[in-house]
């Protein structure tokens, strides 16, 4: 049992930056792969960046956000959060925290066990 809740989204300009919030409650943080996904409008919910669990963190970013986004982990505040500078319209999309029970870092959409609300992301031009 394991509740993950979103804050940061909201409007932004071209250009601009924002931070993602995911807040954790439940069973132990730690064990888990940390991940960031996102939908579109008429889109398949799609895979930006996860982390994994531990000291010696790995991450790993989809090729349309690498060098823009960053997600990080707080392990003591049960916390993920995703920065995203550079923002772009086509970064408009409902944005997903979710967790997986995997210890490697995982992209696929199934190998993930719990799932946030979701908040939007507005980038207007």
């Known amino acids: 049992q394991v509740q993950l809740v979103e804050s940061g989204g909201g409007l932004v300009q071209a250009g601009g930056s924002l931070r993602l919030s995911c807040a954790a409650s439940?069973?132990?943080?730690?064990?888990?792969?940390m991940g960031w996904f996102r939908q579109a409008p008429g889109k398949e919910r799609e895979f930006v960046a996860a982390?994994?669990?531990?000291?010696?963190?790995?991450?790993y970013y989809a090729d349309s956000v690498k060098g823009r986004f960053t997600i990080s982990r707080d392990n003591a505040k049960n916390t993920v959060y995703l920065q995203m500078n550079s923002l772009k319209p086509e970064d408009t999309a409902v944005y997903y925290c979710?967790?997986?029970?995997?210890?490697?870092?995982?992209?696929?959409?199934?190998?993930?066990?719990?799932w946030g609300q979701g908040t939007q992301v507005t980038v207007s031009s």
């Open positions: 982390i994994s669990w531990g000291g010696g963190s790995t991450t």
């Open positions: 439940g069973r132990t943080f730690s064990n888990y792969v």
């Open positions: 979710a967790a997986s029970h995997s210890i490697l870092v995982v992209t696929g959409l199934h190998e993930y066990d719990y």
